[in-house]
Nanobody, 115 residues
Framework: QVQLVESGGDLVQPGGSLRLSCAASTRIFSIYAMGWYRQVPGKQRDLVASISNGGSTNYADSVKGRFTISRDNAKKTVYLQMNSLKPEDTAVYFC?????????WGQGTQVTVSS
């Protein structure tokens, strides 16, 4: 069973930055395209960024130009650099494979943007 462990969430003021990390417990991490998702209570989980196994990236319109997804296959880790954060970015952030899930959903990491 693949485990995904997200970290790096915090309370940050509008305009601030955070870097999220997600570590995967699988040797086949490098062949999977990965995504960062976010969810607010009562709403569905949405994809915000994805990165292919070759490093190509895509972003939701709401985060384009502010968020950057990257990966380190040697560390089996995917990152999400979030800049110019807005209150509407407040959510629990998860990582997983995209479009094919790599494993069960982790607990996520809470990002709260508030003054």
């Amino acid at each position: 069973q693949v485990q995904l462990v997200e970290s790096g969430g915090d309370l940050v003021q509008p305009g601030g930055s955070l870097r999220l990390s997600c570590a995967a417990s699988t040797r086949i991490f490098s062949i999977y395209a990965m995504g960062w998702y976010r969810q607010v209570p009562g709403k569905q989980r949405d994809l915000v960024a994805s990165i292919s196994n070759g490093g190509s990236t895509n972003y939701a319109d709401s985060v384009k130009g502010r968020f950057t997804i990257s990966r380190d296959n040697a560390k089996k880790t995917v990152y999400l650099q979030m800049n110019s954060l807005k209150p509407e970015d407040t959510a629990v952030y998860f990582c997983n494979g995209y479009p094919a899930l790599l494993g069960s959903w982790g607990q996520g990491t809470q990002v709260t943007v508030s003054s």
